[in-house]
């Protein structure tokens, strides 16, 4: 069993960044990889990037790439979420999600899920 809390939401300036994090409890935190995803009201949730447990391999969504950064701290049991050039409609919650041998765009590929943090963006 895993458990997810987000933290580092808030709201910023267009232009600004913000870099969010997600504590995993736990055993076996190196072993999973991890997903964030976004879901702005109205939408379906959307997948922002996602870690490998294994080599840090990282994959992003078009609309992030360029902008945002996924890493991950294994000691820390923590994965962050680094947005720069934030823009208005980045605003969503922020999921981070935990996968065994996954960390792709599918949301039924996470086991876990985190209960979101909001990120507001103002023009």
């Known amino acids: 069993q895993v458990q997810l809390v987000e933290s580092g939401g808030g709201l910023v300036q267009a232009g600004g960044s913000l870099r969010l994090s997600c504590a995993a409890s736990?055993?076996?935190?190196?072993?999973?990889?991890m997903g964030w995803f976004r879901q702005a009201p109205g939408k379906e949730r959307e997948f922002v990037g996602g870690i490998s447990w294994s080599d840090g391999s990282t994959a992003y969504a078009d609309s992030v790439k360029g902008r945002f950064t996924i890493s991950r701290d294994n000691a820390k049991n923590t994965v962050y979420l680094q947005m720069n050039r934030l823009k208005p409609e980045d605003t969503a919650v922020y999921y981070c999600?935990?996968?065994?041998?996954?960390?792709?765009?599918?949301?039924?590929?996470?086991?876990?899920w985190g209960q979101g943090t909001q990120v507001t963006v103002s023009s």
């Open positions: 736990g055993r076996s935190f190196s072993t999973y990889g």
């Open positions: 999600a935990a996968a065994r041998n996954y960390y792709g765009s599918l949301r039924i590929g996470y086991n876990y």
